[in-house]
T-cell receptor
Framework: DAGITQSPRHKVTETGTPVTLRCHQT?????MYWYRQDPGHGLRLIHY???????DKGEVSDGYSVSRSKTEDFLLTLESATSSQTSVYFC??????????????FGPGTRLTVL | DAKTTQPTSMDCAEGRAANLPCNHS???????VYWYRQIHSQGPQYIIH???NNETNEMASLIITEDRKSSTLILPHATLRDTAVYYC???????????FGRGTSLIVHP
């Protein structure tokens, strides 16, 4: 299995509080991704990174920010959590998707509940 | 990425082959067909991918039609542990971030 860890694995927080989720990889892959997964919606891309300090938005980026200060860590921040952000969050990594053949490897997920 | 269409759910008897179809009629020549699966509560896991030729690995076989408009993932001897959601993705070309749909929920029963 690819070396991807997510922390915390479970978190319960209150509306309006800031929350940061961490994804850590030991594979030295260039690309990192944050997805959320909700019943009936499948996996939806929030943000992704194509290098240190290089990030871009996905389809559901509103209310989220990300940072990547080093290759191995990709942080997802909810500046002011809302109940609609209750979800399971998955981090993924890949080497180089530009050339079509590129496999994503996923972390174990973080279950976030916003009360 | 080309849009893919999969059945919402399927079932299969343990020990039998599970054949999961995927339609990708708008796939372009440089897009690969990828399959992932997600066992309950876990992160998705890569299974197999291919461009034109059929592919086989220790997990599954991938059969791609000659016109590349559809493919079938084959789990030759399904076990209860193969119960999962299976995602078919057409990936590549200019848009290289894969898009996951809702996949096929496969239930393997005894």
């Amino acid at each position: 299995d690819a070396g991807i860890t997510q922390s915390p694995r479970h978190k319960v927080t209150e509306t309006g509080t800031p929350v940061t989720l961490r994804c850590h990889q030991t594979e030295n892959h260039r690309y990192m991704y944050w997805y959320r997964q909700d019943p009936g919606h499948g996996l939806r891309l929030i943000h992704y990174s194509y290098g240190v300090k290089d990030t871009d938005k996905g389809e559901v980026s509103d209310g989220y920010s990300v940072s990547r200060s080093k290759t191995e860590d990709f942080l997802l921040t909810l500046e002011s959590a809302t109940s609609s952000q209750t979800s399971v969050y998955f981090c993924a990594i890949s080497e180089s998707p530009q050339f079509g053949t590129d496999t994503q490897y996923f972390g174990p997920g973080t279950r976030l509940t916003v009360l | 990425d080309a849009k893919t269409t999969q059945p919402t759910s399927m079932d299969c008897a343990e020990g039998r082959a599970a054949n999961l179809p995927c339609n990708h009629s708008t796939i372009s020549g440089n897009e690969y067909v990828y399959w992932y699966r997600q066992i309950h509560s876990q992160g998705p896991q890569y299974i197999i991918h291919g461009l034109k030729n059929n592919e086989t690995n220790e997990m599954a076989s991938l059969i791609i039609t000659e016109d590349r408009k559809s493919s079938t993932l084959i789990l030759p001897h399904a076990t209860l542990r193969d119960t999962a959601v299976y995602y078919c993705i057409a990936q590549g070309g200019g848009s290289y971030i894969p898009t996951f749909g809702r996949g096929t929920s496969l239930i393997v029963h005894p």
